[in-house]
């Protein structure tokens, strides 16, 4: 992992959209869709984040990059916090912010070139001038970059397969120089034949340019490669947050003990006898979240604490990230060998 010290804090950041309903169009509840979350990404850094679907990933994604407005905490960006910047200064720091999504063919303009859409938040920017001879070397140079034929500029979305739209995709979002892009799921639609190449451009990439992701998956195995650290997230809130090999050989949280289990091992005979926790039924509802710890309903060791005190995101080791009642040192959190939850 990069030395060269902390880009974002987040603290405490919490997104709550309100749940209109009823004949006046009044709120009748709330979705705590991010619910407290705390942690920071280095420069140069790759932080994964996982959880299943719904518990808040793209939600935290966007809020952090204040394209949804926080309804609480704050994101330091190198210093300062996005949260309570004014409109202006916010403006000049967007380019170093980016974001690419799951579905590039969605994201892309369908009746743009590739050109014009790698080129676009260059000439947005005022960076550079639409027709350009310095504009078209720019989006040459960023083709080259993620690996495509520079003579590619000149087609258009549909004329390329999900992998290299994907790239197309990249190649916008690094033309500004950014030194941070919230991937939300850039492989996920992908062939796991293609899954691999785009991750492993993405790591030659930071390589070069230094960028942090924040590479959100929707398990475990997809963030394996590609994180220094990775973030466990359920029901809007933060479970675990350790290093990559910390959280895979030694999970403390029940939660991601279950991600873990679920991720195939390559050696066939420890696939073999591989033991398996697959939770029972689906998430809770982020409008109404169970009591003291979200995840009591679904732990297979929860305590009778579980269910009325909710646990706190603490330090159990020197960057290992806990929230359960149950981690400690002598590993009451893990959940025994001959249980079977399925
Ligand atoms: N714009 C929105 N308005 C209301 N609810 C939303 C909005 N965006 C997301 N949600 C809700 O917030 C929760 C988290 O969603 P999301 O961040 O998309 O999860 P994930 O990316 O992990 O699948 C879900 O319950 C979702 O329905
Ligand atoms: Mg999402």
């Known amino acids: ?8 804090q987040v603290a405490n950041l919490r997104k709550h959209f309100p749940i209109i309903g009823g004949m006046l169009g009044r709120q009748i509840g709330t979705v705590k869709a991010v619910d407290d979350i705390s942690f920071d990404i280095q420069r140069g850094e790759t932080l994964g984040m996982v959880g299943e679907s719904g518990c808040g990933k793209s939600t935290a994604g966007r809020a952090i990059l204040q394209l949804h407005k926080p309804t609480a905490g704050q994101v330091i960006y190198d210093g300062a916090d996005l949260t309570t910047m004014n409109a202006e200064v916010l403006r000049v720091l967007r380019p170093k912010m980016q974001m690419i999504f799951q579905d590039p063919y969605a994201t892309l303009n369908p009746r743009h070139p590739v050109k014009k859409i790698v080129g676009e938040p260059l000439v947005i920017h005022g960076m550079m001038k639409k027709g350009s001879a310095e504009l078209s070397d720019r989006v040459a140079e960023l083709l080259e970059l993620v690996g495509m034929d520079p003579a590619y500029m000149r087609r258009f979305p549909h004329e390329f397969s999900g992998g290299q739209r994907q790239r ?11 030194d941070f892009i919230v991937c939300d799921e850039p492989i996920s639609a992908l062939d796991v034949s293609i ?6 451009l993405m790591q030659d990439l930071q390589e070069q340019l230094g960028v942090a992701y924040l590479f959100i998956a929707h398990d475990l195995s997809m963030v394996k490669h590609i994180s220094h650290r990775i973030v466990v997230m359920y029901l809007g809130k933060v479970m675990e947050l350790a290093e990559r090999n910390t959280l895979f050989d030694d999970p403390l949280h029940p ?15 420890t696939e073999r006898i591989r033991k398996r926790f697959i939770l029972k039924g689906d998430p ?24 009325r005190v909710e646990p ?31």
């Open 1 to 8: 992992m990069s030395e060269n010290g902390t880009l974002l």
């Open 168 to 178: 197309i995709g990249i190649a916008r979002a690094l033309s500004l120089n950014p």
């Open 195 to 200: 899954q691999a190449q785009v991750v492993n």
């Open 255 to 269: 939660y991601t003990q279950s991600l873990n289990s679920a991720v195939p091992v390559p050696d066939p005979k």
């Open 284 to 307: 809770p509802s982020p409008a109404n979240p169970p009591s003291g710890c979200v995840f009591h309903t679904r732990c297979p060791l929860t305590v009778e604490r579980c269910i």
């Open 312 to 342: 706190e995101f603490r330090e159990i080791q020197a960057g290992h990230f806990v929230t359960c009642h149950l981690a400690d040192e002598s590993g009451s959190s893990k959940i025994p060998e001959q249980s079977d939850l399925s």
